[in-house]
């Protein structure tokens, strides 16, 4: 018998709804909640409001979008094994950051943080390149050309980022290595308002995705007989999914295997119709990347570790799983 499908959700918003009060230093509710306290004086009430809620706020954020991105891409490619990574667009988005980080560039911006400018634009490089290699020939977007140009563009940021870290000083690559195994520590809510309207333009393109892309893991000549606008689902399925993990990026780093162990743990649940697996991963994705969050900040307490870490203690293994289990199928 299936999940109901309202379970999924509702124990996603508990999480997200609790997680702020779990930490490695306890606070005062009625403290926290009192107004009348000036905020100033008041450390109950910023270790709750401007450590804890954006850091939640960003974990979710970025969980959904990684783990959509997943499903999306996972249909698009026709691969179980593609990742929101997959296309390059994390390696170019961390090529970005880095560049800043080393270099020293400074934009001043109140509305988007530097690292996170840059990172977003590197992603946006990385989509770009992408796209112009893999562009439609006929009324196609080559599939295998967008799988091969990632995973080459991959490569080629990522060696590009070894020599620039190779180039930094101390202070530099150790900043730099903190941010490439990814870290919720937003420390306030201005990163999040500044891709919060990129995300909920991804997550509206995701909405409208589904029938489409149900038909299209079929084949693109399957889904072209059934009435399916084939270049127009492609493009929108891979511009959208590039644009969430770009942003997910300039939030939070390069997280990592989301976007592979909340798909198939979704349809292991609910089936592969896409009009389910969608809405579900967002907030499967969204409470998975919650709890690994409050797992860094207090197993070691107080010494905070990498959420990235977390995440593919979790992902590695369940990588080598799915591996093993389709070449049994």
């Not at 009430?45 to 706020?57: E, N």
């Not at 590039?242 to 979704?266: M, Q, R």
């Given at each position: 018998m299936k999940t109901p499908r309202v379970v999924f959700h509702l124990a996603a918003f508990a999480i997200c709804v609790l997680a702020p009060f779990v930490g490695s230093t306890s606070i005062n509710l009625y403290s926290a909640f009192n107004f009348e306290i000036p905020f100033s004086d008041n450390?109950?009430?910023?270790?709750?409001?401007?450590?804890?809620?954006?850091?939640?706020?960003?974990?979710?954020?970025?969980?959904?979008?990684?783990?959509?991105?997943?499903?999306?891409?996972?249909?698009?490619?026709?691969?179980?094994?593609?990742?929101?990574?997959?296309?390059?667009?994390?390696a170019g988005g961390s090529l970005g950051a880095i560049l800043v980080i080393v270099l020293g560039f400074s934009v001043s911006s109140p509305f988007v943080p530097t690292v996170a400018l840059a990172s977003f634009i590197g992603s946006l490089t990385a989509v770009s390149i992408v796209y112009y290699l893999a562009r439609f020939r006929g009324n196609r977007l080559s599939t295998n050309v967008l799988l091969l140009a990632g995973v080459t563009l991959n490569s080629l940021f990522s060696a590009t980022i070894m020599f620039v870290q190779y180039m930094a000083d101390y202070t530099q690559s150790f900043y730099s290595i903190r941010w490439l195994m990814g870290n919720l520590d937003v420390s306030g809510y201005t990163p999040i308002i500044s891709a919060l309207p990129l995300l909920l333009v991804a997550f509206a393109v995701f909405c409208y995705l589904p029938r489409a892309l149900?038909?299209?893991?079929?084949?693109?000549?399957?889904?072209?007989?059934?009435?399916?606008?084939?270049?127009?689902?492609?493009?929108?399925?891979?511009?959208?999914?590039?644009?969430?993990?770009?942003?997910?990026?300039?939030?939070?780093?390069?997280?990592?295997?989301?976007?592979?162990?909340?798909?198939?743990?979704?349809?292991?649940?609910?089936?592969?119709?896409?009009?389910?697996?969608?809405?579900?991963?967002?907030?499967?994705?969204?409470?998975?990347?919650?709890?690994?969050?409050?797992?860094?900040?207090?197993?070691?307490?107080?010494?905070?570790?990498?959420?990235g870490v977390i995440t593919a203690m979790f992902g590695g293994p369940f990588f080598l799983w799915i591996l093993v289990r389709n070449q049994q199928n």
């Open positions: 450390i109950d009430a910023q270790i709750l409001f401007i450590a804890r809620i954006p850091r939640v706020i960003a974990g979710a954020l970025v969980g959904a979008a990684l783990a959509t991105s997943g499903v999306v891409l996972q249909a698009l490619l026709r691969n179980p094994l593609a990742t929101p990574f997959t296309l390059g667009v994390s149900n038909v299209l893991t079929l084949g693109a000549d399957s889904a072209s007989a059934r009435g399916v606008n084939v270049l127009a689902t492609q493009r929108l399925a891979f511009f959208s999914a590039s644009l969430a993990t770009g942003a997910a990026v300039a939030i939070g780093g390069p997280i990592g295997f989301i976007g592979i162990i909340i798909p198939h743990a979704v349809r292991m649940f609910v089936g592969a119709d896409h009009r389910v697996v969608l809405p579900i991963s967002a907030s499967l994705g969204a409470a998975f990347l919650v709890i690994c969050d409050i797992g860094a900040r207090t197993i070691l307490s107080p010494v905070e570790l990498p959420v």
